[in-house]
């Protein structure tokens, strides 16, 4: 004969509540760490793959003077053969922009056989005109670089090991309140 004991389950184990949550969290923090480590690396590729397919477009301008519509969402390098860059100054102006002087060590483009370095970075606020004038050279172009690669490169390389962080911390501190509680 089977005799049960009365009030069993009083004396059962209380089940523990959020060690799912904390184990998930610790592992989502721990893979965190590494991929803020991997993902700048990754954002990098991503925005130069972006970048490239793209494509640098470039554009011929009058050395006497020029202009090109630019848009907000691209930078835009003002460039001279390599035989120019010692004589060429350029006086560029617009709406509302930040002109640079840039590293003429950068070839930014080979048209024919000529390279064309890198003599000024313009940053438009905003889409405008843009105008170009220069002296002591023969050639000027302008070429765009989007902007695109570098913001997706920032969305994954910043924003989401930054988002996916504080939803593991979240996890993991929720967790351990659940866990201490139960």
């Not at 972006?50 to 011929?60: L, M």
């Not at 438009?124 to 172009?141: A, I």
Request: net charge negative; proline share 5%.
């Amino acid at each position: 004969m089977v005799h049960h004991q009365p009030y069993a389950h009083a004396y059962a184990a209380p089940r523990r509540r959020g060690k799912k949550r904390l184990i998930f969290g610790i592992l989502g923090l721990v893979a965190n760490a590494i991929g803020l480590v991997v993902m700048p690396i990754v954002a990098g590729f991503i925005g130069a793959v972006f970048t490239a397919a793209g494509g640098i477009g470039v554009a011929h301008l009058v050395p006497e003077g020029d202009s090109f519509e630019a848009s907000g969402w691209s930078l835009y390098t003002i460039a001279v053969p390599e035989a120019d860059l010692a004589t060429a100054t350029c006086e560029i102006t617009g709406q509302d922009l930040s002109v640079e002087p840039a590293d003429p060590e950068v070839t930014i483009a080979t048209i024919g056989t000529e390279e064309y370095h890198d003599l000024y970075d313009v940053f438009p606020s905003g889409d405008q005109e843009v105008t170009v004038v220069c002296e002591g050279v023969q050639e000027v172009v302008v070429a765009e670089l989007g902007m695109t690669g570098t913001l997706i490169g920032a969305g994954v390389g910043v924003v989401l090991p930054v988002g996916l962080g504080l939803l593991a911390l979240v996890m993991t501190i929720w967790g351990a309140v659940a866990l201490m509680r139960s």
